[in-house]
């Protein structure tokens, strides 16, 4: 047992050296189903363009320039009843994060509030589905030839490289006082060949989390005529 311990060391030490100068934590996925959306009617959603959520919908009558404030629920899990002790306590983690990232990105530019008043935006963020990264399947199919090659394949199939992480996400922004609906998105990223995504199986997700807080903040930025809109 201890060989073989030493043998999986030796491999994910070398895969981390390999992959050094390899892609990012997380890209979008090609595509994902829209009816997994949970906040919204699906059918209101169309699709993205270039460094946009795969779905989305924007209110065109809202101006963004009149929001000052900001109510962030807590994040949501899609899937809650469907999960075991463990999972349910991983997913759990990737929601408490989720909720720390948009506070900390959105808190820079709105006075975060938790009851409505005027001029505040209400959002709501859900967890639809995600997935550890599967260290031994991702080390194999970074350092070996054979590896290498399905990996070309796989990713060639369906956009989503071997033994990497996945995480998918909706969220939903309306007014706080009324109820209108401002806008609403729904995601999915899967894992790149980095190295932290080898020794922690959730750092696919998270960074994915990291993402769309940025992201949020920066399409907000923009639709409200900032100057300063910092692009993830």
């Known amino acids: ?11 994910l030490f070398v895969a981390a050296a390999a992959l050094l100068n390899a892609c990012g934590a997380s890209y979008q996925a090609r595509s994902m189903d829209v009816q997994e959306s949970k906040l919204v009617d699906p059918t209101i959603l169309q699709k993205g363009g270039d460094d946009q959520a795969l779905y989305r919908y924007v209110n065109p009558a809202v101006k963004m320039s009149d929001y000052t404030k900001m109510i962030i629920d807590p994040v949501l899990i ?11 306590e991983n997913y759990q983690k990737l ?12 808190g820079q530019d709105y006075q975060i509030v938790t009851s409505p008043e005027a001029g505040t935006m209400r959002i709501q963020f859900a967890i639809i589905d995600a997935d550890s990264s599967k260290p031994v399947r991702n080390v194999l199919s970074s350092v070996s030839p054979i590896g290498i090659g399905m990996n070309l ?32 998105a729904i995601d999915k990223r899967v894992g790149g060949k980095n190295p932290e995504g080898i020794v922690d199986t959730w750092y696919n997700a998270d960074q994915a989390l990291q993402y769309w807080a940025k992201q949020v903040r920066y ?14």
Request: proline share 1%; charged share 25%; with cysteine.
């Open 153 to 184: 394949v796989t990713y060639g199939a369906t956009g989503k490289q071997s033994g990497v992480g996945e995480i998918s996400a909706e969220m939903k922004v309306t007014d706080a006082m009324t109820g209108m609906l401002i806008g609403a």
């Open 95 to 106: 929601a408490n994060n989720a909720l720390v990232y948009l506070n900390r990105e959105l």
């Open 78 to 88: 899609v899937k809650d009843a469907e999960l075991d002790v463990k999972e349910r």
């Open 219 to 232: 399409v907000m930025c923009s639709k409200r005529g900032g100057s300063n809109c910092v692009k993830p």
């Open 1 to 11: 047992m201890e060989k073989r311990n030493s043998i999986v060391r030796g491999l």
